[in-house]
């Protein structure tokens, strides 16, 4: 709990890859959490079933955007059908369910993981993942 | 400093001792006194109040109605008629809207509400004026959160039927001139509900003194449990005001057909009561009352003016509103630079600091103040501190957990 706010999250907050807005996308979405205002819009380039490309804008706390940014770097260059798969393990992590072989998949989103101890929270950090969950599946 | 330590009364600081609890404008925390009577109540005095004819219904009818005569002595009312228990402040406002609001609010009827009110002095009115046709009008305030009797005069008009301010803002903290817009809306023959969810616990209130026609406030602000809250209206006024909700206890006489209504307060309070609040909220004001205002007021002035001298001296950090602790009344909502309120409650909370962030139930205020959400502070009687020091040591380190070097 204590190292939460941790240099992963802080990074991707303060320095995101891929917050800017994006010519040629082929499909676009808002994101929102009503009750807090965290809200994104997430752009995706699909090419032949492969997420070529990414990008969001948008405002909110630093666990809504660090975790969307973070999200990017993973699922860029994958197969739509590979983004859901590490969606559905995103959640497991939500939950708490998650292995630490699957934990590993994630990558720095597994940084993430003291997420299932702060149900408060818990909507900040999948704005992203369910944004990206209604586009592709 | 050798003061004596409120939270000694507080069983949750038994449980959670280094907790720093600063959302008391949210809810309080209860003392032992309260949670005993209530308890006391459900062991000894438990039955249907006012309509049994056993000695157990006939204490929990004295019960529950001592409540309401503590309530009426507490707040200066000139009867027991004129309170009605209810649910909260929400629900006392929404009372008011309507019954009162349904019964003589016509088209083209203004309704005058301050941009600062909270959600439940706001929302019922925009529903009413939309149904009836009526024009809803906003009070504007400056900068740090002033409203004055110029101001509302100007806003006034022949057609303005109700105003509606709160005694203390939820936001700022200050405290609004009630007596001086009483004064003014009643030359204008215009009636002033004043929401007291704020002031009722923490300041002394008198409904006549203050000449309100409505006040509403809720009991769990005030070390009562959750679930009872005071409607205070003019007894003219209530007399002439339709039902609310309609059902058990409420009536005098039902036919298939029509049905004539119980006398004030029951009009009001359809339905089994909330007996074992009522009687929370008794004890609340006796422990209150021996506590007295004049103490309640010297540690919550003194625990503000040490959290803003904290949150001054802190690079980084704003407060909304003025800048005279005096102004503040417990409540300190403030922003960071660069860091999202969010963020901030989750970092007070892992040091053992409970905050409110977000809208506080006030958006159209965040909007005119060009603010998307806020962290709010809130202190009690009972804080010490101790609480204001865990708060500051925190506040201090916010921005560098957020990777922002200086």
């Known amino acids: 709990m204590s190292n939460f706010y941790n240099e992963i999250l802080t990074d991707h907050n303060l320095h995101p890859v891929h917050k800017h807005e994006l010519s040629c996308c082929s499909c676009t979405r808002d994101g929102v959490n009503p009750s807090c205002g965290d809200e994104i819009t997430l ?32 699922v860029i260059g994958r197969s739509t059908a590979e983004a859901l798969r590490l969606h559905g393990i995103f959640m497991k992590m939500i939950r708490g369910e998650a292995t630490d072989s699957e934990l590993d998949e994630l990558d720095e989103a597994g ?8 149900p408060a929270r818990v909507k900040c950090a999948v704005l992203g993942w369910r944004t990206l969950n209604e586009m592709i599946s | 400093m050798n003061e004596r330590s409120y939270k000694a009364d507080f069983p949750v600081f038994e449980r959670y001792p280094d907790l720093a609890y600063l959302d008391n404008s949210a809810t309080t925390q209860k003392p032992r006194a309260v949670l005993d009577a209530a308890a006391r109540y459900y062991r000894e005095e438990n039955a249907n109040p006012l309509r049994g004819l056993y000695e157990l219904a006939v204490k929990a009818t004295d019960a529950y109605e001592n409540a309401r005569i503590a309530v009426r002595d507490f707040i200066g009312a000139a009867s027991e008629r004129e309170i009605i228990f209810t649910r909260n402040a929400s629900e006392s406002l929404n009372l008011i809207a309507y019954s009162y609001g349904r019964a003589n609010i016509r088209e083209g009827d203004e309704i005058l509400v301050t941009i600062s009110e909270h959600h ?18 906003f009070l504007k305030c400056t900068e740090s ?4 009797p110029e101001m509302l005069e100007k806003a006034l008009t022949p057609r303005t039927r109700i105003f509606a301010a709160a005694q203390i803002s939820n936001v700022f903290g200050r405290l609004n001139p009630i007596k001086e817009f009483a004064e003014i809306c009643r030359r204008n023959g215009t009636l002033i509900v004043c929401d007291g969810a704020q002031s009722v616990p923490h300041i002394p209130v008198n409904v ?9 406030f809720s009991g769990h602000k005030m070390l009562a449990p959750m679930g009872i809250g005071v409607l205070y209206g003019r007894e003219e006024l209530l007399e002439k005001m339709p039902p609310f909700l309609y059902g058990g206890e409420m009536i005098e006489y039902v036919t298939l ?15 089994t009561v909330n007996a074992g609040g009522a009687v929370g909220l008794h004890a609340a004001i006796d422990y209150i009352n021996a506590l007295g205002f004049d103490e309640i007021e ?3 002035n003194a625990l503000t003016a040490k959290l803003m001298n904290e949150i001054r001296n802190t690079p980084h950090v704003h407060i909304t509103g003025s800048d005279d602790p005096d102004e503040h009344h417990g409540i300190v909502t403030f922003t960071i630079d660069d860091v999202h309120p969010h963020d901030v409650a989750a970092i007070f909370d892992e040091a053992g600091v409970a905050v409110r962030a977000g809208h506080h139930c006030a958006q159209p205020l965040h909007k005119f103040l060009n603010l998307q959400s806020t962290v709010r502070a809130s202190v009690a009687f009972y804080n010490d501190e101790q609480d204001i020091e865990r708060f500051s040591d925190c506040l201090k380190t916010i921005r560098k957990r957020m990777g922002y070097n200086e």
């Not at chain 1, 699909?46 to 973070?70: L, M, N, R």
């Not at chain 2, 959160?145 to 004055?148: F, I, R, S, V």
Request: aromatic content about 8%; charged content about 25%; glycine content about 10%.
């Open chain 2, 145 to 148: 959160g002033e409203y004055t």
């Open chain 2, 257 to 271: 057909c029509g049905a004539t209504f119980a006398e004030l307060p029951h009009k009001f309070e359809a339905g």
């Open chain 2, 208 to 216: 006549r003194e203050l000449g309100v026609d409505f006040l509403a």
């Open chain 2, 120 to 137: 439940s002095n706001f929302l019922p009115w925009q529903i009413l004026a939309k149904e009836k046709g009526a024009r809803l009008k």
């Open chain 2, 298 to 300: 010297r540690r919550e």
């Open chain 1, 111 to 118: 940084a993430l993981s003291d997420i299932s101890h702060m």
């Open chain 1, 43 to 74: 752009n995706l380039r699909v090419e032949d079933g492969v997420i070529t490309d990414g990008s969001f804008t948008g405002s909110g706390c630093a666990v809504s955007q660090a975790s969307a940014d973070i999200m990017l770097d993973l």
